[in-house]
């Protein structure tokens, strides 16, 4: 090995001495040790009450019964949090909080003693790293008891060194690194053995895998709730703007109305994505704005302020319809009509919804080709709206058909299986 490699070595072996993390961590195992102080008076009884045992066996004892109360206190899901927290902090280890909730079934096995064994070995490497560097530190401060030279002596365990001239500062100096070393060696072990302990058993990686899908079901729920409502808001709003411009000085009156419908539909698509922003947020927002097919009526009559003719056609009963299947109903519908809103020619829409027995019929029908209605000939889209309804129409277990219907004509025609409320 060249004199390269060596130096790297030593770089490389010097390098946790120097790092704040080391010393952090052993601040984290002597608060543990020191932590557990409180219960030795109560470890000392059984060796008190036993005092015709050998002095060996009451220091088992006594040491065994003092785990057993350290490990009962890991018991506590408060402990774990706290632990979790401080090994995150301190160890500078990434461990995910516990999960909330009640115990899973993993945790009435083996999982439910890991946070006791971890706080058992945590407390153990605490006292023995203390006690180790501790000794270290001191040897190494009273070895060179003569300052100018001469001779030191260090007493260990009953065992007398002495060390004479100059080596008395190489022994102190080897003491104090080997108590950085011990330092080093105890953050290690707790680093190494914080994830396998305190971090999430099998059970508790379920849960959170469960936890983060629903997270990501639900910002996908929330993106497609923005494209329908905020699209819709835009395509209309512009066309409505095209049709105030072009009737202002003719028509005041129709102008106004325009007007009028670009406010209310801006007020409601301020109202959609205020909730959105507060979920994106991770807060406290307010109750999510629901639309279904009883708000249809208004949301054609926005259509018509737009400019576009409407033709509805429906049947059955619509009222009955309730809960998801009316929301999702309702953003279809506008989906579609904001689609042929931009992208059709400016002929009649024709809207169907029909309610039986056992499903709930959604079509939108609109002329193709070049936009010949005033305002703008083609909108700028994110290419995400049929495949978003693609989607929403497969979790609701649904049929979807979206495509041309003869030469001249667009055809989006959806099935939702129902339940129709007594």
């Known amino acids: ?49 036993w005092r015709s045992a050998p002095e060996s066996v009451q220091i088992v004892l006594v040491l065994l019964v003092w785990a057993v109360l350290v490990g009962v206190v890991g018991l506590a899901r408060p402990v774990r949090r706290a632990l979790v927290v401080s090994a995150r902090r301190l160890l500078r280890v990434p461990l995910p909080n516990p999960v909330a909730g009640r115990r ?14 971890w706080l058992v070995l945590h407390v153990a490497v605490g006292w023995t790293g203390a006690l180790a560097s501790g000794v270290l530190f001191i040897m190494g401060l009273s070895l060179p008891g003569n300052w100018l030279g001469g001779e030191a002596r260090a007493s260990l365990f009953g065992t007398s060194v002495r060390v004479s001239g100059g080596w008395s500062w190489v022994m102190a100096a080897a003491c104090i690194l080997l108590a950085v070393a011990v330092c080093v060696l105890v953050t290690k072990a707790l680093r190494w053995s914080a994830p396998r302990l305190l971090g999430p058993s099998a059970a508790e990686r379920l849960a959170l895998a469960a936890e983060r899908e629903l997270l990501l079901a639900e910002r996908n729920r929330i993106a497609h709730e923005l494209h329908d409502s905020i699209g819709h808001t835009l395509t209309a709003a512009t066309i409505q703007a095209a049709v105030a411009g072009e009737v202002l000085s003719a028509d005041p009156a129709a102008a106004r109305a325009a007007m009028r419908s670009i406010e209310e539909s801006a007020r409601a698509a301020l109202e959609d994505l205020d909730y959105v922003l507060g979920v994106l947020r991770e807060e406290q927002s307010g109750t999510a704005p629901t639309r279904t097919l009883a708000d249809l009526p208004e949301l054609l009559d926005r259509l018509r302020h737009a400019g576009a003719v409407v033709e509805p056609a429906l049947s059955g009963e619509l009222a009955q319809v309730q809960g998801t299947l009316s929301r999702a109903a309702y953003r279809i519908l506008q989906e579609g009509l904001t ?35 005033p305002g703008p000939g083609a909108f700028p889209t994110s290419g995400h709206g049929l495949p ?16 041309p219907d003869g030469t001249q004509h667009w055809r989006l025609a959806v099935r939702l299986p129902v339940r129709v409320s007594a």
């Open 1 to 49: 090995m060249g004199c390269p490699a060596i130096l790297a070595t030593m770089i490389r072996g010097i390098r946790p001495l120097l790092r704040g993390s080391t010393y952090s961590g052993v601040l984290f195992a002597y608060c543990g040790a020191l932590a557990s102080l409180p219960l030795l008076p109560l470890a000392l009884l059984p060796a008190l009450s």
């Open 104 to 117: 899973t079934s993993g945790s009435l096995g083996l999982d439910r003693w890991r946070t006791p064994i």
């Open 339 to 373: 689609n042929a809103l931009r992208h059709g020619a400016g002929g009649p829409i024709e809207v169907r919804v029909a309610a039986g027995p056992d499903g709930l019929d959604l079509t939108v029908v609109n002329r193709t080709g070049a936009r010949t209605g």
């Open 388 to 403: 978003g309804l693609a989607e929403r129409v497969r979790l609701l277990h649904g049929e979807f058909q979206a495509g």
